[in-house]
């Protein structure tokens, strides 16, 4: 039975009701006040960028990919039974090909190498167990001011509107 058309285009009902869910509890979280600060979403995507976050997201990607192409062979094995569709239409073979080799295939493969262990020279943080972000050195031929010597400061005071504005003063 092929799926019902909807608003939406060629999203199916399972997906429509996932999003909606998620719009629901986005809105109910807005109204609450209880979503989460800015840099709390920072710090959960800094996660994502090291190796285990990667291989978290190739799994996912690669579990998506592979149900998207099981419903594709299976929408395609119904729209031949019915006699809808010729076994040699090109749009099908070619939607076949890019899930199971493109989209799943550079998924899974891309998973496969992020698990095999061996540092890429990707990132700067593969090899260097812990760190989650780059520093840069930075090095010149001047000493910088100690923490404990106060900077001079510069005072600026606004003129009357009838007035001239006076001259800066160095401290």
Known sequence: M?????????INTRDLVVLLILFTTFVVLAVMR?????WMVKHYFSALND?????LVLVLMSAWFFS??????????????QKKLDPDNA??????QFVTSSAFGGSFGA??????GSDSNARGTDGT???RSTTTTVTSASTP?????????????????DEPAPEPTKP
């Open 2 to 10: 092929p799926p019902a058309p909807s608003l939406f285009g060629n």
């Open 51 to 55: 190796r285990g976050g990667n291989i």
């Open 91 to 96: 749009i099908l073979l070619m939607a076949v």
């Open 68 to 81: 998207v192409s099981v419903r594709i062979f299976y929408y395609a094995f119904e729209l031949l039974g």
């Open 111 to 116: 998973l496969l190498k992020t698990m095999t």
């Open 129 to 131: 167990p812990g760190s």
């Open 145 to 161: 001011p100690s923490p404990t010597t106060p900077l001079p400061a510069i005072v600026v005071v606004p003129a009357k509107p």
């Open 34 to 38: 209880r979503l989460p600060e800015p």
